[in-house]
């Protein structure tokens, strides 16, 4: 048996945070009410906490780059206020219609694995024993080749994404928010 440890992989916005198109100033970061909790949950279960997040913002030139920083540690800094804990941010700042070339192509962008790749070779994870969870099927699809198990959730975009059964992916299971994702996660052997 290796080191390796186990993670949970989370979506950011429609998942820890209300889907709000390409927020762009913190008081447009607003939290659901049990997402502190949840993170504290799979803390306390001895899970990584990583957050990958597409943010084409960046490629599109709606939102400067280092603003995603800035929403990331306000994110981490209201996270430690609960007694919760994000362990890294991951974050795919390309798209296929980047203004610049150079943020056209990429392997991260999901539902591409190269986010949870790339975590796992930092951190030392175990994805085949790891968890995502999103609100879109592209997150979940990004786990998929590494035998990462996901949870879709209702949030944000869920509820649409439930009815587009053909982008349903194999093994993954549907509830209603982060708070019952956190605890589906915690009764699994
Ligand atoms: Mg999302
Ligand atoms: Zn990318």
């Not at 609960?82 to 798209?95: E, L, V």
Request: hydrophobic residues 40%; proline residues 6%; negative net charge.
């Amino acid at each position: 048996m290796s080191g390796l440890r186990r993670a949970v992989f989370l979506d950011r916005d429609g998942t820890i945070i209300e889907e709000a198109g390409y927020p762009d100033r913190l008081d447009r970061i607003l939290f659901y009410p049990f997402s502190i909790d949840a993170v504290r949950t799979l803390n306390a279960g001895g899970f990584v906490v990583v957050v990958v997040t597409n943010q084409s913002g960046i490629a599109r030139g709606i939102v400067p780059e280092p603003f995603v920083g800035e929403a990331h540690h306000y994110i981490s800094d209201r996270m430690r206020g609960g007694g919760a804990r994000i362990d890294a941010f991951y974050y795919c700042r390309h798209h296929p219609d980047a203004i610049d070339p150079a943020l056209r192509g990429c392997d991260c962008r999901k539902p591409q694995p190269g986010l949870m790749r790339q975590a796992a070779a930092d951190l030392g994870l175990d994805l085949s024993r790891s968890f995502v969870v999103g609100d879109r099927w592209k997150d979940l699809g990004a786990g998929q080749p590494d035998g990462i198990r996901g949870v879709l959730v209702r949030t944000g975009v869920g509820r649409d994404q439930e009815q587009d059964t053909a982008e349903r992916v194999p093994g993954s299971i549907i509830v209603d928010d982060l708070a019952a994702a956190a605890a589906w996660i915690l009764r699994q052997p």
